[in-house]
């Protein structure tokens, strides 16, 4: 008689499931830290970008016109990556309310969408 190395297939089938149970419980946590991970990027991304704001106000006594103009005066060293959209050139930029001081007193998200704690990414 020959005895065959190998695996059943009831033992294949089992070991499919407990590999098939495991990441059921596991990739919602995954993605899960990624979308806070995400969150914590993008409102340190904005503090950055509020604290560059301030120091130019405080320094020429006017906002800057654009985020291209933090980065020319070496506020910044380049604008920040809105982790949401990915991209650059997402940001909404706030104007302050009087005339004549530049174009630029606050900057929000251009995401859609809602974050962790309810609010719209537009208004962080």
């Not at 695996?7 to 990624?34: C, K, N, Q």
């Amino acid at each position: 008689m020959v005895k065959k190395n190998g695996f059943t297939l009831i033992e294949l089938l089992v070991v499919m499931a407990l590999i098939g149970m495991l990441l059921s419980l596991s990739v919602p946590r995954y993605f899960g830290h990624v979308d806070k991970a995400r969150e914590t990027v993008l409102r340190q991304n904005l503090a950055q970008l509020r604290d560059a704001i301030d120091k130019y106000f405080s320094d020429n006594g006017c906002y800057p016109d654009t985020l291209d103009e933090l980065v020319e005066r070496h506020y910044l060293r380049r604008v920040p990556v809105d982790p949401l959209t990915e991209r650059t050139d997402t940001w909404i930029v706030v104007p302050p309310q009087r005339e004549h001081i530049g174009n630029l007193f606050d900057v929000h998200s251009g995401a859609a969408g809602k974050g962790s704690d309810g609010n719209d990414y537009a208004s962080w």
